[in-house]
Structure formats: structure tokens, C-alpha cells
Nanobody, 119 residues
Framework: QVQLVESGGGLVQAGGSLRLSCAASGLTFSRYTMGWFRQAPGKERVFVAR????????YYADSRKGRFTISRDNAKNTVYLQMNSLKPDDTAVYYC????????????WGQGTQVTVSS
């Protein structure tokens, strides 16, 4: 049974930083592309970042490029999202996801962690 468990969310002031973690189990983590998505209140879930399993290449949503950094530790089966210079607009539930092929749909999702940025 695959599980993705996010942690590290919380309340932070604008300009602050948070590091989200997503611990994976039940899959061969090193063979999965991992991603982060966000869903703001009343809005659709949107892509934030992903890191490929094959070569560690990273991709970011343009709106978060330069402030967010995705990384992974295959030894710990964990993917991270370092978020700096946070803005109130970053307030959302952040979800971790995993997929086996680099292209195609995401296979597994976590339950999400709330990030709230106060002005």
C-alpha cells in the first residue's frame, strides 16, 4: 500500500520560509518522479514543482521559480519543498504526488499539509 505523508506546513509571516517534507512508503521511491501541487481556497489544484527519478532534473511553475526548491533524498524516501520569501498568495494546501513515468498522470497523492502566510 502506497502512502505519501506530508509534513512541515504551518503559519508563517510574509517573507518567512518553510520546508515541506513528504515521506513515501510502499513504493520503490528512487524510481518515481515526485511532485508538489498546491490548492488555494476555492481554486483548482495546480502544479508547483517536480523532480524526475531518472536524473534529478527539476521543473517549476513559473510563478514559484526562484523562491521554491524541490529536492529528494532517496535514502530516506523523502521529497522536500523549500519555500522562501513566502507571500500571502502562497497560502494553500500543499500536496505531494508520485508517478512512475516522467510523463503521464500522477499515480499517488498525499493528504496535504496546510501552509498559511500572514501579511
Amino acid at each position: 500500500q502506497v502512502q505519501l505523508v506530508e509534513s512541515g506546513g504551518g503559519l508563517v509571516q510574509a517573507g518567512g520560509s518553510l520546508r515541506l517534507s513528504c515521506a513515501a512508503s510502499g513504493l520503490t521511491f528512487s524510481r518515481y518522479t515526485m511532485g508538489w501541487f498546491r490548492q488555494a481556497p476555492g481554486k483548482e489544484r495546480v502544479f508547483v514543482a517536480r523532480i524526475n527519478w531518472s536524473d534529478g532534473t527539476t521543473y517549476y511553475a513559473d510563478s514559484r521559480k526562484g523562491r521554491f526548491t524541490i529536492s529528494r533524498d532517496n535514502a530516506k524516501n523523502t521529497v522536500y519543498l523549500q519555500m522562501n520569501s513566502l507571500k500571502p498568495d502562497d497560502t494553500a494546501v500543499y500536496y505531494c504526488a508520485a508517478k512512475r513515468p516522467i510523463s503521464g498522470p500522477w499515480d499517488y497523492w498525499g493528504q496535504g499539509t496546510q501552509v498559511t502566510v500572514s501579511s
